[in-house]
T-cell receptor, first 109, second 113 residues
Framework: RKEVEQDPGPFNVPEGATVAFNCTYS??????FFWYRQDCRKEPKLLMS???SGNEDGRFTAQLNRASQYISLLIRDSKLSDSATYLCVVSKGAQKLVFGQGTRLTINP | DTAVSQTPKYLVTQMGNDKSIKCEQNLGHDTMYWYKQDSKKFLKIMFSYNNKELIINETVPNRFSPKSPDKAHLNLHINSLELGDSAVYFC????????????FGSGTQLSVL
């Protein structure tokens, strides 16, 4: 079983739609969780951290379910510029992040 | 004012050759990393250095040798390149405290023919 699993997609949704994707992790001792975004042929960039209580940043909402060991990302009112690959990231210890394969999202006009 | 810069951006070479990728960061971070992203897009850590000291060496063949002359630089030297080494290599940096926020370089696409 992979340490961090994501549906690779692709997800194709119309502009303005709400889209959500999940990620599961295998190590119950994992402490920190994040979503990174990677545009085509570019480097990954931190999108947001994921806190136990759930957190929101504008149109983006991240949630953590420790009991079921999954993390979710919800994007509301999607924009064309949201098209990217979203990487679920779990901390395996100090300075050691484990990246999921990523979920590819395309927003269509 | 690139924060993390790595060179070259593209590297095409023959099997068996030796090559190096350079990385520099001007963010004042004390921790630097090398990650490899394979054709299936998995991004995996290879090495991390904190203040020039090797912290993580993640089961990487010893043909790969990182070198950190100072905390702003982390270079990667690869000996006897193999076809399976073809991938995108990303350099990254972070503060030691707060290692979850990585700043990545733009990547080096290595193609071994």
């Amino acid at each position: 079983r992979k340490e961090v699993e994501q549906d690779p997609g692709p997800f194709n949704v119309p502009e303005g739609a709400t889209v959500a994707f999940n990620c599961t992790y295998s190590n119950s001792a994992s402490q920190s969780f994040f979503w990174y975004r990677q545009d085509c042929r570019k480097e990954p960039k931190l999108l947001m951290s994921v806190y136990s209580s759930g957190n929101e940043d504008g149109r983006f909402t991240a949630q953590l379910n420790r009991a079921s060991q999954y993390i979710s990302l919800l994007i509301r009112d999607s924009k064309l510029s949201d098209s990217a690959t979203y990487l679920c990231v779990v901390s395996k210890g100090a300075q050691k992040l484990v990246f999921g394969q990523g979920t590819r999202l395309t927003i269509n006009p | 004012d690139t924060a993390v810069s790595q060179t070259p951006k593209y590297l095409v070479t023959q099997m068996g050759n030796d090559k190096s990728i350079k990385c520099e960061q001007n963010l004042g971070h004390d921790t630097m990393y090398w990650y490899k992203q394979d054709s299936k897009k998995f991004l995996k850590i290879m090495f991390s250095y904190n203040n020039k000291e090797l912290i993580i060496n993640e089961t990487v063949p010893n043909r790969f040798s990182p070198k950190s002359p100072d905390k702003a630089h982390l270079n990667l030297h690869i000996n006897s390149l193999e076809l399976g080494d073809s991938a995108v290599y990303f350099c990254a940096s972070s503060h030691w405290q707060g290692g979850e926020k990585l700043f990545f370089g733009s990547g080096t696409q290595l193609s071994v023919l």
